[in-house]
């Protein structure tokens, strides 16, 4: 039975409704296969942060990676854990941690990147290459102007 039959018009007409509901699709993509990687989307958020900016400290990763501050420790700790991330103390200050991508957390961000791109796959199996590229750039204008207001 698809959505059509099973879900009120309104509900259905409701561009909300339908962005939640692919949410909740692809947050069910993302968290099976990044577990069958032995990864979470936290650790692909993180290392892909760090890869593309460079060190920063674990207040700024949680900034740029929307994840809770405790939420980060938690998940840098996993990342610590199997050499795919170093600390170091600030040098500006002395109580804070510079975060730092290993070779290996680099190694690990790529094959975490195949991996997206299968859930990118799966996700967006009903559109062709075109309709993927402009719901993405719709998305994005979207996410855009409201992150922009905060």
Known sequence: MTADETTPTRLRQAPSWLL????IHSGRLVNEHF??????????????ALQE??????AELGRRTGIDRSDVV???????????????PDPADRR?????ITAAGSDRLEHL??????IQDALLAPLSAPEREQ?????????????ARR
């Open 113 to 118: 990147t195949t991996v997206l791109t299968e």
């Open 53 to 58: 900016f460079g060190p920063a400290s674990q």
């Open 20 to 23: 939640g509901q692919a949410s």
């Open 74 to 88: 938690a998940a840098l700790n996993e990342l610590a854990e199997k050499k795919l991330i170093e600390r170091s």
């Open 96 to 100: 804070r941690n510079t975060i730092t």
């Open 135 to 147: 719901l993405t750039a719709l998305l994005r204008r979207i996410v855009d102007h409201h992150t």
């Open 35 to 48: 577990a069958a990687a032995g990864a979470r989307g936290y650790h692909y958020r993180l290392l892909a």
